[in-house]
């Protein structure tokens, strides 16, 4: 079995414990949308840059032989069709 994708704030210390068993598959593929803590803040997300790291830190740790994927997303429309140029 593999997860597809996983929101940060849906991968649980319960579900790390669960992808260290052999019938799973050790492999996330997780979105990240900015890093400039500024930006994070704006969108209303719950992981910067440094948070982020730290984050991939704690899954390594937990599943020593995980595959991370991601999408980095560095877009956010702001008021009247002003975007970031990040």
């Known amino acids: 079995m593999r ?3 996983g929101y940060p704030e849906e991968i649980t210390d ?3 414990e669960t992808m260290r068993e052999p019938k799973i598959c050790a492999y ?3 979105p990240f949308q900015h890093s400039d803590p500024g930006l994070t803040r704006k969108m209303k997300r719950g992981l910067d840059g440094r948070r982020a790291l730290r984050f991939l830190d704690t899954i390594r740790l937990r599943v020593p032989d995980i ?3 991601t999408s980095l997303m560095v ?3 702001v008021k009247a069709g002003r975007s970031s140029k990040t």
């Open 3 to 5: 997860i597809l994708y």
């Open 14 to 16: 319960e579900l790390l």
């Open 67 to 69: 595959a991370v994927r």
């Open 75 to 77: 877009g956010f429309r």
């Open 28 to 30: 996330l593929d997780i």
